[in-house]
């Protein structure tokens, strides 16, 4: 099989900007780009995704792969405990190139991939471990700390679990750590209890650690191609140090958002018409929303599946603020072939279509809303995928990747931080009266008499 390279078609939002604008930001662009590359970009010491495709050795891989074959063997359900980017690349991947009914018609070819440690719903984890009971699961616990508190309360719900329904000695060969290499509450117990486990590197944060073990091992697990998914990074990243500006999609995107965004588009919105495409959404989300909103400034991410919520926000999308801009993830050709139906009354008036590819009329549906919304107004960008395979989803996440790295440095931000996500830990804590947060919960709750 032909690999290609995904494509960006920037034409239906560069029509929305001056003429020569995107040219116009090479200059910036490249030296954005150069600024990652050198080292010398805001966060350098988060830079360990850059060059992280091409880095990957056949000899790691195929440990990722061995441990796999150990879960799967040893499985049939096997919990992902993690949160932000520590579940939603490798659930991204895995419900892309899943069967959407897997877990209802799984027969033992693959485990159930389940995931925890992402909330605090009581209900939610007590129906999952109801769930888990006489099952043969396992655990991947993916934390740096190991004291992320969704994760950590999971894990511990987890490892009890698992050790009365499997015995200790089982449990050993199927709880999974992925976390620091030296320090930390989850390095501490792997060690202590010996379990197998993985690093996550300390200059790859966790919105950029898909093709890390953090990613890689449950992805492998639900039995997909994981050399194939590197692979596909490793293409786009060689693609990118080479390609000159007008043919460096990585490049063109950061360009025309940001050109967008200083012209008052200040929403983007995801939308794709695949609905296993929805997890790599909210992947986005993360990435591009924890990356660059900050010190007042950034693009919300914003993301939407198609046809579904055209029925839902259409309306808005069509005639509501113009803040916005789309860009759409476009899928060439679907896995399966299904045709419109016959039926001899035609009372719904759809014979016309009798005898079309559903994938056709789907397309048809995507370059409508394409027409419509440009037509509205809206700004429309968009990423071309041949088929939804784990090549072109590697290509996909390093573009992404790369792209955010980009266009926060054109932004002016640090991409690679997140300080206010401790503003919520801190109150919480607070409110929950944790050891040294005493003048905090003092504070507090002062502040809630007042406002109540």
Not at 285 to 292: A, C, N, R, T
Not at 315 to 326: K, P, S, V
Not at 400 to 415: A, D, H, K, R, W
Request: glycine share 10%.
């Amino acid at each position: 099989m032909k690999m290609e390279m995904i494509k960006l078609d920037i034409r239906k939002a560069a029509c929305f900007l001056a003429e020569g604008a995107v040219e116009g930001m090479e200059k910036q662009t490249k030296a954005a780009h150069k600024a990652l590359e050198d080292g010398t970009s805001k966060g350098s010491d988060f830079l360990g995704w850059l060059h992280l495709p091409s880095s990957l050795t056949p000899e790691f891989l195929q440990d990722i792969k061995t441990t796999a074959d150990t879960l799967r063997r040893e499985c049939d359900t096997i919990v992902v405990a993690g949160i932000g980017g520590s579940y939603l690349g490798a659930r991204a991947v895995i419900e892309a190139l899943g069967n959407s009914f897997a877990w209802l018609t799984n027969k033992g070819e693959n485990p159930n991939i389940l995931f925890a440690g992402n909330n605090i719903g009581e209900d939610y984890l007590a129906e999952l471990l109801a769930y888990l009971k006489g099952r043969r699961f396992g655990v991947i616990n993916i934390s740096k700390s190991g004291t992320t508190t969704e994760t950590a309360l999971a894990f511990r719900l987890l490892r009890s679990l698992c050790e009365e329904e499997r015995g200790k000695e089982t449990a050993r060969r199927v709880i999974v750590a992925i976390t620091d290499a030296k320090k930390g509450a989850a390095r501490t117990t792997a060690d202590k209890e010996g379990y197998k486990s993985y690093v996550i590197p300390d200059n790859v944060g966790g919105r950029f650690s898909v093709l890390t073990p953090v990613g890689l091992l449950p992805i492998a697990c639900a039995g997909f191609d994981i050399d194939l998914l590197v692979k596909g990074a490793a293409d786009m990243e060689k693609h990118a140090a080479e390609a000159p500006y007008a043919e460096n999609i990585a490049e063109q995107y950061a360009a025309v958002r940001n050109l967008l965004y200083a012209g008052g588009k200040k929403i983007e919105v995801l939308a794709n018409f695949q609905p296993k495409l929805h997890f790599m959404n909210e992947w986005w989300k993360q990435l591009y929303g924890e990356s660059e909103g900050k010190e007042l400034k950034g693009i919300f991410p914003a993301a939407v599946d198609f046809t579904t919520d055209l029925h839902s926000m259409g309306q808005w999308l069509q005639e509501g603020e113009r803040t916005i801009f789309e860009t759409v993830i476009s899928v060439e050709q679907s896995e399966h072939e299904l045709r419109f139906p016959h039926d001899e009354e035609n009372l719904d008036g759809l014979n016309f279509l009798e005898g079309k590819r559903i994938d056709e009329v789907n397309r048809m549906a995507e370059l409508g809303t394409q027409i419509a919304h440009v037509d509205g107004g809206v700004p429309n960008i968009r990423i071309v995928l041949p088929r939804l395979d784990a090549y072109y989803l590697g290509q996909l996440i390093y573009f992404f990747e790369l792209g955010c790295g980009i266009s926060g440095n054109v932004l002016g931000v640090n991409p690679f931080n997140q300080p206010g996500v401790e503003a919520y830990k801190k109150n919480m804590f607070a409110l929950l009266s944790k050891p040294g947060y005493e003048a905090e919960s003092e504070a507090i709750r002062e502040r809630l008499k007042k406002e109540a």
